[in-house]
């Protein structure tokens, strides 16, 4: 697995890999993370990966994170 770039952002962790002829778009935020596959040969390269990660893109991703997190959250309530 290679690691193609870091991509900073102010409330989320977000890494680029390379792995198996797939890109990795490693989304994390606390306890959780969201990974996204996408094959090399549907992007233009690096730089084609990289511009998947736009703004509409990371707001949805954060609409999941708030979901995750609602899920978990009544899970462990049921069961504590």
Do not use: C
């Not at 770039?5 to 198996?20: E, G, R």
């Not at 703004?55 to 994170?65: G, K, L, S």
């Amino acid at each position: 697995m290679r690691a193609v770039a870091d991509i900073p952002h102010p409330s989320l962790k977000i890494t680029l890999l390379s792995w198996n002829s797939k890109y990795l778009i490693k989304f994390e935020k606390g306890d959780f993370e969201q990974t996204y596959k996408v094959r090399e040969m549907d992007v233009d390269g690096d730089e084609g990966a990289k511009a998947l990660i736009d703004d509409d893109f990371i707001e949805a991703v954060e609409n999941r994170f708030l979901a995750m997190r609602d899920a978990f959250v009544s899970t462990m309530r049921r069961h504590n």
